[in-house]
């Protein structure tokens, strides 16, 4: 359940991999949130909490690493497919990164991996941002000052939050039922047994071409970005051997109902849809209809609503039916949805560390178990970065998942 990113540096001058491992480990040392690592209770049983680790040194998650294209025509993806199979150790703060060399033309990279029960998405970027140049961290933010609320009788008092947990449970109630009537029974033909072996893939779209289409044929830049997926996984589907036609690829899309004002940091604060990627239509351009179609469908349900919102079911169940239902949840994810595809908010600023402008920025979504592909999209500047990650064992060649998100977008374009 980690999740990571491929962020690479186009550098100016030669690097001093110690002299920035120095810069980064200072910035994180900064950074509260990852001086913690998860610390069980005894009672409420399965209960954590995070505590500061009194043996934190931030050095200590850093590591360097010089690649060389001699023996491998693109060493940046290989070694990022070994170190993102490499789990984190739960017995510390659960974050690590890597500086990697030797990358051609001077860049540079930075391996970041972050465990799902730190943060979510919204709040990786939070901590990314911590380690470059001239951001301000998140936990510096100034808070509004507290309004003090009126005081309140003591019956009024219990009649409030007796009222906040029957609206939760119906909540929670509506979610779950939701959950059960959206489980198929066959399984999909991305699923795959459950291997710790994985394979990254990079791909890079141009975002004035995706905006053509948007106004071409309306709807959002995800929308298109929905479409170009799903044009890929049908090509995909086709080279692997499977009947693509009049079939239906579900994706569980993450939704943040993470609040502006609120810890940009730490946290899940997350909900979801479910939708239906029409893989089995040939026409690129009627594969955007329909996904135009089912996402208004879901922001016109909104977040808190339906089968897709289960994570939000994380808030209402106790600590101990997680620890005893996570497993059995996880191997169940394929009765409810065949990927996900996950978008990571990234601001219109040039970013840079240590004067090095960011160049490109790939994330990555944890793998569900039994899932063959994982996709998270990040749109910086002037384009789109989608990150592919595989099971290892499934996929063995992730090249002709790369190459069919490419043929699609140009279909597509073609088409506007």
């Known amino acids: 359940m980690h999740m990571g990113a491929v962020i690479t540096f186009a550098a100016r001058r030669p690097v001093d991999p110690p002299a920035l491992t120095v810069i980064l480990a200072e910035r994180a040392a900064r950074l509260p949130k990852l001086r913690q690592r998860a610390r069980s209770e005894l009672f409420p049983p399965g209960t954590a909490r995070w505590t500061e680790d009194a043996d934190f040194v931030a050095a200590d998650h850093i590591h360097h690493v010089e690649l060389s294209s001699l023996y491998d025509p693109d060493p940046l993806a290989a070694y990022a497919s070994r170190w993102i199979a490499e789990p984190l150790d739960t017995g510390r703060p659960l974050w690590d990164l890597t500086l990697v060399t030797g990358l051609p033309g001077g860049q540079f990279a930075l391996l970041m991996k972050l465990h799902h029960a730190l943060t979510d998405g919204a709040g990786a970027y939070a901590v990314a941002a911590g380690l470059l140049d001239g951001v301000k961290l998140p936990e510096q933010t100034s808070k509004p000052a507290r309004r003090i609320p009126a005081q309140r009788s003591t019956l009024d008092t219990v ?8 609206d939760q449970a119906n909540e929670a109630a509506g979610i779950a039922s939701s959950v059960v009537r959206a489980t198929r029974p066959t399984l999909s033909p991305v699923s795959a047994p459950a291997s710790a072996e994985r394979r990254l893939g990079f791909v890079r779209l141009p975002l004035a071409e995706l905006r053509q289409v948007r106004k071409a044929h309306g709807g959002t830049t995800n929308d298109v970005v929905l479409a170009v997926l799903s044009g890929a996984l049908r090509e995909w589907l086709v080279n692997r051997g499977h009947r693509a036609d009049g079939r239906t690829l579900r ?12 810890d940009q940091l730490g946290g899940n604060k997350l909900s979801g849809y479910l939708c239906d990627l029409p893989v089995g239509e040939d026409d690129p351009v009627e594969r955007l209809r329909v996904v135009r179609r089912a996402m208004n469908r879901n922001k016109a349900a909104g977040p808190s609503r339906g089968a897709g919102a289960l994570p939000l079911l994380a808030d209402r169940v106790p600590s101990l039916l997680h620890r005893l239902g996570t497993r059995t949840a996880g191997q169940a994810a394929p009765l409810l949805f065949d990927l996900v595809i996950t978008t990571v908010p990234l601001p219109p600023a040039r970013l840079s560390i240590d004067g090095a402008p960011l160049a490109e920025v790939y994330p990555f979504v944890p793998l569900a178990p039994r ?24 996929v063995p060649d992730i090249g002709s998942l790369r190459d069919a998100v490419l043929k699609s977008a140009s279909r597509l374009l073609d088409a506007s």
């Open 159 to 166: 009649k409030g939050a007796l009222g906040t947990v029957w």
């Open 371 to 394: 899932h063959a592909v994982g996709i998270a999209v990040a749109t910086y500047r002037d384009s789109v970065h989608i990150g592919l990650q595989v099971n290892g064992e499934a």
């Open 251 to 262: 994706a569980l899309i993450p939704v943040s109902v993470r609040g502006r004002s609120g």
